[in-house]
């Protein structure tokens, strides 16, 4: 799940510009894009980061229907993996266990 977050975080970073979407669309896309790959970068220091991957995630499924045509499903797509890759990761699951406290 760890690549699958790295490769949405890049596509909403990417896509607007490969696209051309709408003002709206593309900053929403690139800032989402550039917080969830933050976040992944800094997951090694506690579950609270997967939260953060997964909240960017919801964000963007929600957005989403503010946009239309490309930007929409590209939003929505990415979003759900977002969502879904940081909710288990946080949980634990799916290969994304978090630190244990020493």
Known sequence: MFILSILAALWLIVAPFLFSFASTAMWISVIGGVVAGL??????????????????????????????????????????????????AARGGAGGAPKAAA
């Open 39 to 88: 976040a992944i970068a800094l997951q090694s220091w506690g579950a609270q980061r997967h939260y953060v991957t997964a909240l960017v995630g919801v964000v963007m499924i929600v957005a989403a229907f503010f946009f239309s045509g490309t930007a929409l499903w590209s939003a929505l797509i990415a979003g759900a993996v977002l969502a879904v890759a940081g909710f288990l």
